[in-house]
C-alpha cells in the first residue's frame, strides 16, 4: 500500500470514529458466578491509529484574578445545583438569612459566643418608706412634752423626747426652755430644770417642808454619818480606790462602801493601772437625788474646810 492510499485510509478512520462516550451502551449481561473471566478487548486496528498519534490538548482557561475567583466559585455552585454531594440548602436557612456581626447564632450557648449568662435575680421584697410624721405644733409638742415629763421617773435627754414624738431635736430643746421659763414667771410649786443630762420636773426648795412632811411623816431611812462621809469622799476625789477612802476617813470603810453601791450611788468604774483595784465613781441616781446636772456643780470644799487644816495634816503625818 502507498503512502497515499495510507493517509485516505487514516483520514476515513478518523472521520468515521465515534467518542467513546457517545457510543451506545451495550445491554449489561448478568456475570456468571460461577465462571468469571476477565473480559479483556482486543484492540482494534483503529484504537491503535488512534494511540499513535499525539493526544490533543485542550486549551486551558484563562487565568483570574483573586477577586473573579472568589465570585466565580459561588456563582458555580449556585448555577449547578445538580452537583454530586452537593444537598438543597434549607428554606429556612435562606429565609434567615446571615447572622448580624457579634449576633449569637441559634443553637450556639452563650458562653461560646462571648455573652455572659444572665443569673436570675431572687425576688426581692420591696418596703414602701415610711410616711413622714406630721410636724406637731407648738401648743400640741408643748402638751406632749409636759405629758412625757410628768411621768417619767428619771431625767431624761432631749434626744429621746425628739424620738417619742418623731420631732426635729432643734425644736425639742427651745420648747422645755420656754416651758421651764413659764413655770417660774407662773410660781407653780413645782419647777422643770436639767440634771444629769436630761429634763425633769422637780418641786420648787421653798416648799421642800411640806413635801418632806408629807413624804418622810417620821419614817425615813437616811444614811449613817460614815455613809455620808464615804459618798463626800468619793464624789470630790473619784475615780477613786478603797484604800484611798480608807486613808482619807482614817478607818477601814469596806462595808460602807458596799452600802453606797447596794443604794446605787456608787459604782466601779475600771480598775487602777499599777495596783489593779477597783475604783469607784458616783452615779446617776447620786445627781438625781441632788439636783445637779454634773459633777462639776458640786459646791466647793474651801468654806467647809478648818482654818487649821495644815496644823491638822501635819499632825496626822
Same mark, same amino acid.
Given at each position: 500500500m502507498s503512502d497515499e492510499d495510507r493517509r485516505d485510509s487514516l483520514a476515513d478512520q478518523a472521520a468515521a470514529w465515534v467518542p467513546p462516550w457517545e457510543r451506545p451502551r451495550p445491554p449489561a449481561?448478568? @456475570? !456468571?458466578?460461577?465462571?468469571?473471566?476477565?473480559?479483556?478487548a482486543a484492540p482494534s486496528p483503529a484504537t491503535d491509529d488512534l494511540a499513535a498519534q499525539p493526544p490533543v490538548q485542550e486549551p486551558e482557561p484563562a487565568a483570574l484574578l483573586p477577586g473573579e475567583l472568589d465570585r466565580a466559585e459561588p456563582a458555580r455552585a449556585d448555577l449547578d445545583p445538580t452537583e454530586p454531594g452537593r444537598a438543597e440548602p434549607d428554606r429556612a436557612e435562606s429565609d434567615r438569612g446571615e447572622p448580624e456581626p457579634g449576633e @449569637?447564632?441559634? =443553637?450556639?450557648?452563650?458562653?461560646?459566643?462571648?455573652?455572659?449568662?444572665?443569673?436570675?435575680a431572687g425576688r426581692r421584697r420591696v418596703t414602701p418608706a415610711p410616711e413622714p410624721a406630721p410636724e406637731l405644733s407648738d401648743t400640741e409638742l408643748r402638751g406632749a412634752l409636759e405629758a412625757i415629763l410628768l411621768v417619767? !421617773?428619771?431625767?431624761?435627754?432631749?434626744? &429621746?423626747?425628739?424620738? &417619742?414624738?418623731?420631732? /426635729?431635736?432643734? /425644736?425639742?430643746? @427651745?420648747?422645755? *426652755?420656754?416651758?421651764?421659763? =413659764?413655770?417660774?414667771?407662773? =410660781?407653780?410649786?413645782?419647777e422643770l430644770r436639767r440634771a444629769a443630762g436630761g429634763w425633769r420636773l422637780y418641786t420648787r426648795p421653798e416648799y421642800a417642808t411640806y413635801v418632806e412632811r408629807f413624804v418622810l411623816d417620821g419614817q425615813s431611812v437616811r444614811l449613817t454619818q460614815a455613809a455620808l462621809e464615804t459618798l463626800a469622799v468619793v464624789a470630790y476625789k473619784q475615780p &477613786?480606790?478603797?484604800?484611798?477612802?480608807?486613808?482619807?476617813?482614817? &478607818?477601814?470603810?469596806? =462595808?460602807?462602801?458596799?452600802?453606797?453601791?447596794?443604794?446605787g450611788?456608787?459604782?466601779?468604774?475600771?480598775?487602777?493601772? *499599777?495596783?489593779?483595784?477597783f475604783l469607784y465613781k458616783t452615779t446617776t441616781l447620786f445627781l438625781e437625788k441632788l439636783g445637779l446636772n454634773t459633777v462639776d456643780e458640786l459646791p466647793p470644799l474651801a468654806p467647809f474646810l478648818p482654818d487649821d487644816v495644815e496644823e491638822l495634816a501635819d499632825a496626822t503625818r
Open positions: 449481561a448478568e @456475570p !456468571d458466578t460461577a465462571d468469571v473471566a476477565p473480559d479483556i @449569637p447564632v441559634v =443553637g450556639e450557648s452563650s458562653e461560646a459566643a462571648g455573652v455572659p449568662r444572665r443569673q436570675a417619767v !421617773d428619771e431625767p431624761v435627754s432631749e434626744l &429621746v423626747l425628739a424620738q &417619742v414624738l418623731e420631732q /426635729r431635736a432643734e /425644736r425639742v430643746g @427651745p420648747v422645755l *426652755d420656754e416651758i421651764a421659763a =413659764g413655770y417660774t414667771a407662773a =410660781g407653780h410649786g413645782f &477613786v480606790t478603797r484604800s484611798r477612802i480608807s486613808a482619807i476617813r482614817g &478607818v477601814n470603810c469596806d =462595808g460602807v462602801i458596799r452600802t453606797l453601791v447596794t443604794r450611788l456608787v459604782e466601779e468604774c475600771g480598775t487602777e493601772t *499599777d495596783s489593779g483595784a
